[in-house]
């Protein structure tokens, strides 16, 4: 039974000291497994606790997730100072060292020419938030129908004001998400004219009623859950 796993953060060139890395997930050292020229960022975790059927059951709970995504992010961050990374999403795991050096081996040629095109670039996560409470204040602005039907209640019957508050409120939860998503679009399309690559992340809802509208970030693949390589 297999009762350890490799976290792998993400690839980085083979002469990579981890002596003054940070902490890892779950507080486990970071450690670099080579193969050639490139070597795998890599904490131990328990098989149990990063099983796939767990992962995705625990990516509900935003504080799990948050600690873990801090972890990942921090030694990813960490590395991008001493030199170029090839940044991994979160939960990428392998049953253990021998499968990581197999995946750098299948994968060496990719690598390498990863590595040549993002040699002079750093990677930046940029994350914006919307504020609901302050948002539905300014909705009229935005939106000429909201504007409109809030006129014309102001003025209606108690009858006809309750129908069409209902109304208005629907109104404004389409309203309001509109708005965010052509935010989230301006600002992917400004980052985008100025970066070598960039990937949009879907919204996150958060518990304090924000939600997290768009995020960048460089991926060499990307993965929904925990993925278990040989």
Known sequence: MIERLCYVYGVVGSSMQTATA?????????????????????????????????????????????????????????????????????????????????????????????????????????????????????????????SALEAEASKASPGQKYLLERKIENVRRDAGRDIAAAAAREIHEALRDKSMETVLEQPVNRRDGGVGLAGTRGHLHQSAGAVVAE
Do not use: C
């Not at 904490?43 to 625990?58: F, G, H, I, Q, R």
């Open 22 to 146: 940070p902490k890892g997930i779950d507080g486990g050292a970071v450690s670099l497994i080579s193969n050639g020229g490139v070597g795998a960022l890599a904490t131990s975790v328990s098989a149990n606790d990063y099983s796939p059927d767990k992962v995705e059951a625990l990516t509900a709970d935003v504080d799990w997730v948050a600690q873990r995504a801090t972890a990942h992010d921090r030694v990813l961050t960490w590395a991008s100072d001493a030199g170029a990374v090839i940044p991994f999403p979160m939960w990428t795991l392998f049953r253990d060292a021998k499968g990581v050096q197999g995946m750098l081996a299948k994968r060496a040629k990719e690598l390498g020419e990863t590595f040549k095109r993002i040699a002079d670039g750093r990677e930046f996560i940029v994350r914006v938030y919307v504020q609901p409470a302050i948002l539905k204040g300014h909705l009229g602005e935005h939106s000429a129908e909201l």
